[in-house]
T-cell receptor, first 110, second 114 residues
Framework: DAKTTQPNSMESNEEEPVHLPCNHS???????IHWYRQLPSQGPEYVIH???SNVNNRMASLAIAEDRKSSTLILHRATLRDAAVYYC???????????FGGGTRLMVKP | EAQVTQNPRYLITVTGKKLTVTCSQN?????MSWYRQDPGLGLRQIYY?????VTDKGDVPEGYKVSRKEKRNFPLILESPSPNQTSLYFC?????WGGGTEAFFGQGTRLTVV
């Protein structure tokens, strides 16, 4: 199974952009890159996903490297509510088992 | 509001006493699944269902049962709970099977078996 590598933790100041990196050097051609986040005492929440092209939605942007071996989740203006554990996950085209590793704990300072 | 609803949110039970955790979604999703989350082990899939009457084992199915008699409901059954099933459980649903769709998760059920 393709694995992802993320930093254990990151800090950001409120209202500043945050770039959360993810390495996935063994990604296969049909793997989608998904990002979820988990706030304290809540279930995981979908953030964004993409295959090859960069993606934007109301929550974040996803920048995917040309070789697809890495990606970056971009929160344009961090708020205190964005403090959570962010998980980068690879999902095959035909498959739906979400395997969450350690993720990146994002701390947002006021 | 689109949501996945789990009940109960918290449950303390004794070893061997059968219990059911309910999961319901209101989005007409075909695919539903159950996960458990344990410190240091991440999220692990227990069972999944691709549609009504179609279920299959995930990574850690031992000690659990599921059923999918209606599209919206996917209960998790522990026939004889043991302390090693103390965990945080999540139900999830998505429109279909495949990496191109997003998953919606319930708020979780924290189960303690004593």
């Amino acid at each position: 199974d393709a694995k992802t590598t993320q930093p254990n933790s990151m800090e950001s100041n409120e209202e500043e952009p945050v770039h959360l990196p993810c390495n996935h050097s063994t990604i296969s051609g049909t793997d989608y890159i998904h990002w979820y986040r988990q706030l304290p005492s809540q279930g995981p929440e979908y953030v964004i996903h993409g295959l090859t092209s960069n993606v934007n939605n109301r929550m974040a942007s996803l920048a995917i490297a040309e070789d697809r071996k890495s990606s970056t989740l971009i929160l344009h203006r961090a708020t205190l509510r964005d403090a959570a554990v962010y998980y980068c996950i690879l999902l095959p085209h035909a498959g739906n088992m979400l395997t969450f590793g350690g993720g990146t704990r994002l701390m947002v300072k006021p | 509001e689109a949501q996945v609803t789990q009940n109960p949110r918290y449950l303390i039970t004794v070893t061997g006493k059968k219990l059911t955790v309910t999961c319901s979604q209101n989005m007409n999703h075909e695919y539903m699944s159950w996960y458990r989350q344990d410190p240091g082990l991440g999220l692990r899939q227990i069972y999944y269902s691709m549609n009504v009457e179609v279920t299959d084992k995930g990574d850690v199915p031992e000690g659990y049962k599921v059923s999918r008699k209606e599209k919206r409901n996917f209960p998790l059954i522990l026939e004889s709970p043991s302390p090693n099933q103390t965990s945080l459980y999540f139900c999830a649903s998505s429109l279909s099977w495949g990496g191109g769709t997003e998953a919606f998760f319930g708020q979780g059920t924290r189960l303690t078996v004593v």
